[in-house]
């Protein structure tokens, strides 16, 4: 599990309510349940407003993907296409039949099995980059319930603070109430810009990286099955899918690559 995300959120709140204690403020006077629910309620469903009922409900799935979500390296992928690729050129194409059952990754093991059943290379290509497409699409729209939050979400909470102000104009015959009220006033604003600052556009940012991050994961994944089913050399493989790796990355599967043959 890539931790990122829980890192970056949990500590910037623990930061922010550090600052607090150390200006000589209380947590507790910035924890108002009824600013909290206005801001966080209120930009939830000027999210849901703005898009279809379908990212709404899904919302929860797509924030535990955000905080969860695994980041497998591209470099075990490719040592398993070439895997495959080995096998392939050994015993033909149809022998991944059962290999094609341990496969973990779905969309390798339907690029394999599309391969296997004997599909056109050009109808091949085209319906997988179908179904990455497809996929950009729809990560597109579940992060951009989570931007339009972390746009709504400020606004909102001057609305709250100028609720508050309100109920402070009502009640400047009581003085020795209005300091605390005015304050109150203010912590909407506060937990607005907080929340989309640290939360929602943090989040937001976190599965457009986790789209791209997957979607070159299978942009990978076809040029392999496309190699594999063309019977290309295995050398020839590793060496193509390696090219399509960060550098970073590339270096570790070359390697990774060179420890095994010395082995």
């Keep these: 599990m890539d931790i990122s995300t829980i890192v970056g959120v ?9 600052v607090q204690i150390l200006e000589g403020g209380s ?11 206005l801001v966080f309620g ?7 407003a703005g898009g279809v009922l379908k990212d709404a409900t899904g919302a929860g799935k797509t924030l535990q993907k955000a905080f969860l979500a695994k980041v497998t390296p591209p470099t075990k992928l490719v040592e398993e296409v070439v895997k495959l690729a080995e096998r392939a050129r050994r015993e033909g194409l149809l022998a991944l039949e059962d290999a094609v059952k341990t496969v973990e990754h779905p969309f390798l093991k339907r690029g394999l099995q599309l391969a296997i059943d004997g599909t056109d290379p050009d109808e091949l290509h085209d319906i997988l980059h179908a ?4 996929k950009k699409k729809a990560d597109k729209a579940s992060a951009k319930l989570f931007e339009n939050m972390g746009g709504y979400a400020p606004t909102i909470g001057i609305i709250g603070t100028v609720m508050g102000l309100v109920h402070v104009l009502e009640n400047l015959n009581k003085p020795e109430s209005l300091g605390h009220s005015i304050s109150a006033a203010f912590v909407a604003t506060l937990w607005g810009v907080l929340s989309a600052n640290v939360i929602w ?3 937001a940012a976190r ?8 979607a070159e994961e299978m942009e990978l994944v076809v040029d392999g099955v496309l190699a594999i089913q063309a019977g ?3 050398r020839l493989v590793a060496q193509k899918l390696r090219s399509l790796l960060p550098p970073d990355e590339a270096k570790k599967a070359e390697a990774a690559a060179n420890t095994k043959k010395a082995a």
């Excluded at 209120?42 to 849901?48: I, T």
């Excluded at 599965?207 to 997957?214: D, G, M």
Aim: aromatic share 4%; glycine share 6%; charged share 5%.
């Design 10 to 18: 949990v500590v910037g709140l623990i930061i922010i309510f550090t």
């Design 27 to 37: 947590p507790a006077s910035i924890i108002l349940i009824p600013s909290m629910l």
């Design 42 to 48: 209120g930009a939830f469903m000027a999210g849901m």
């Design 131 to 134: 179904e990455i497409a497809a």
């Design 201 to 203: 556009l943090p989040v």
């Design 207 to 214: 599965l457009n990286r986790l789209s791209a991050v997957e």
């Design 232 to 234: 290309s050399n295995p």
